[in-house]
Structures are given as structure tokens and as C-alpha cells.
């Protein structure tokens, strides 16, 4: 039998206490999922720090401290630690127990095994610790072993996130490269754009203008219809010259995107 906290209040591990784990965690207190009961980090000042924001929750930095009898086991960690933890877990702890982890890589079924529940209960945001997030405006993209687990979880996300939607592994991995795409690379050419501006006694201060207005188009119409710039126009005496004022590697990287761009204005 599995033991709550609170009352009648599920009782929830984060393993994990990262970016996302220190934003979703307090969610689900806040929601009324449950009471986060530990909180696992091979670093236990990251540990300590996600607990200063919770209700009781203790940290704990050994994976043999981990309690197994909770409700809830909610796994945020980088992919590759998953199965690590997964290995020491399996066999050990309540079979009534529910297991989710937050990847939009990984399938359920890497906590296959691990109890008779167990699902995904994916975020798709980008999270920083010291930056705030309405969890409510975060689409969550659900998916259990079963209906039964399925809905169960989904009671939960509609509690923490106004936007839930069903997505299996496949869907959550084509989502999760459009992510990357969308937020990663773009937020790199933000980074690129700093340094060559910062080179000039610059910052992407004044681009700030620009930024918004090509965020908003993008939102409010179609990105390939919003493309502007040299590429889009074939202009290629402005690309050689801009090609000839970058080091190699970026000179590399604007030749490959600009030759991106000009093949996909084609295909309109």
C-alpha cells in the first residue's frame, strides 16, 4: 500500500531537479495534484533549492534514499540518466505506484517495468531556473500504458496546464524536433547575432524591434510566407559579400541556411 501525505493528498518524487523539475513541481503542489514528498539530485544543493519552493519536501542526493512507496515518481532527467535510474528502481518499489517521465524524446516504455502504471507527462516550453513560466499557458502532452493510466493522467495535466493533449512517442519526437528547430537553433542565431554585434561595441538590443516583429509574423501568419532577407530574393551578391566578411565557420553556416531558405521559397 502506497503511503500519502496531507491526508488524502498523493504523495509525489521528483527524481530530478533540473529546469523543468523546478518548474513542474511546484505546478503540481499548486494544483493540488499532490504533496511533493522528496526530491532526488545527485547534486544536493539542486535538490535543496527545489525544496525551498515546495511545502515538506525533502531532498535527497542517493538514489538507495529514495522513498518506494509514493503514488507518484515523476522522472526529469537528461534522457541518457533514464534508463540508469530506471535499473536501479525496477523491482523495489510500490507496483500501485504511478510513473511518468517529462521527456518529448523518450518513449513510455522506458519505465516499462517499473509498475503496472506508467506514461509520459511531457511540457513542451523551453524552462530556465531563474525565469518565471505560467505552467497554465504550457501545452502537456499526455500518454499511459493503458486508457485507464491515460486518463488518469490526464486529470492530472488539465489541473496544472489549460492546454493537454494525446501524443504518442512518435508525435512527441517530430514535436520535439520542431522544438528544437523553433526555440534551440533559433535562440543559437540569436547568440551568433550578439557576438557579431558586441564585436562592433553592439548589443541584440537593437535588433530587439526586429526580433519582435518577425516572432509576431511568424505567429500570427505563415512562417514561409513572412520570409524576408537576401536568400529569399536569390540576391547572391549580397550573400557573397556577407559570406566574405564571416569567419570560416559561420561563413560555412550562412551559405548552408541561405541555400535552405532560397530551395524552400522555390517549392512555393
Not at 551568433?192 to 564585436?199: N, Q
Not at 549580397?238 to 566578411?245: F, G
Request: hydrophobic share 40%.
Amino acid at each position: 500500500m502506497s503511503t500519502s501525505v496531507a491526508g488524502n493528498r498523493q504523495s509525489i518524487v521528483f527524481i530530478g531537479a533540473g529546469n523543468v523539475a523546478t518548474h513542474l513541481a511546484p505546478a503540481m503542489e499548486r494544483a493540488g495534484v499532490g504533496t511533493i514528498r522528496q526530491v532526488y539530485s545527485r547534486t544536493l544543493g539542486s535538490a535543496l533549492a527545489l525544496c525551498a519552493h515546495l511545502t515538506e519536501a525533502e531532498p535527497v542526493s542517493s538514489v538507495d534514499e529514495i522513498a518506494r512507496d509514493a503514488d507518484i515518481y515523476v522522472v526529469s532527467l537528461v534522457d541518457d540518466a533514464v534508463a540508469g535510474i530506471v535499473s536501479r528502481l525496477k523491482g523495489h518499489v510500490a507496483p500501485s505506484s504511478l510513473w511518468l517521465h517529462t521527456s518529448g524524446s523518450l518513449p513510455k516504455e522506458s519505465l516499462e517495468g517499473l509498475s503496472d502504471s506508467y506514461g509520459v507527462f511531457y511540457p513542451l516550453q523551453t524552462f530556465s531556473k531563474g525565469a518565471d513560466v505560467n505552467m497554465a499557458e504550457v501545452p502537456m502532452f499526455i500518454e499511459g500504458n493503458t486508457p485507464e493510466v491515460t486518463e488518469r493522467i490526464r486529470n492530472m495535466a488539465v489541473s496544472v496546464s489549460s492546454t493537454v493533449h494525446y501524443a504518442d512517442s512518435e508525435l512527441r519526437r517530430r514535436m520535439h524536433i520542431a522544438a528544437v528547430f523553433a526555440c534551440n537553433f533559433t535562440n543559437y542565431m540569436f547568440t551568433v547575432a550578439d557576438d557579431l554585434l558586441r564585436a562592433d561595441g553592439l548589443t541584440l538590443e537593437v535588433l530587439h524591434p526586429l526580433l519582435r516583429e518577425t516572432v509576431r509574423k511568424a505567429m500570427d501568419g505563415s512562417p514561409a510566407e513572412g520570409q524576408t532577407g537576401p536568400a529569399v530574393r536569390g540576391d547572391r551578391a549580397v550573400m557573397d559579400k556577407h559570406i566574405s566578411m564571416l569567419p570560416p565557420d559561420l561563413a560555412s553556416l550562412y551559405s548552408q541556411i541561405s541555400e535552405a531558405i532560397y530551395r524552400r521559397s522555390k517549392r512555393e
